[in-house]
């Protein structure tokens, strides 16, 4: 069971990740020339480019920072015998770590609201 401090406490954590990475991509591609920037011309050429990219890039590395969290979390539970095999087995452990960056992040945000919102 997760204690109601872990989920605010990880909800805080990206949270902030998100809106340091939105401001911090946001400026770089509103000072970036729009000439140096490959991508689809009518997104690129738009006044609202540094918007999306801010967004792109804040979710991506908020979705990056808490499914670390979830790892060590999931991981500090488990024996030592299984984290050297998760050491040895990397390709699996991996490519878990980017089906929770992808898939996972989203929807437990969401249900982790819920949660903080009830009160459980």
Excluded: H
Excluded at 43 to 60: E, N, T, Y
């Amino acid at each position: 069971m997760v204690s109601r401090e872990k989920r605010v406490g990880f909800l805080k954590a990206t949270l902030t990740v998100f809106v340091v990475m939105f401001v911090l991509y946001g400026v770089i591609f509103a000072i970036t020339p729009r000439e140096a920037v490959r991508g689809t011309d009518w997104l690129v050429q738009s006044d609202a480019f540094p918007l999306w990219a801010g967004l792109l890039g804040g979710l991506v590395c908020s979705a990056m920072a808490g499914a670390g969290i979830l790892i060590v979390r999931f991981m500090a539970g488990k024996p030592r015998r299984f984290k050297v095999v998760a050491v040895v087995a990397w390709p699996v452990t991996v490519s878990c770590f980017v089906f929770m960056v992808f898939c996972v992040y989203l929807p437990y945000q969401v249900y982790n609201l819920v949660k903080i919102i009830r009160g459980t």
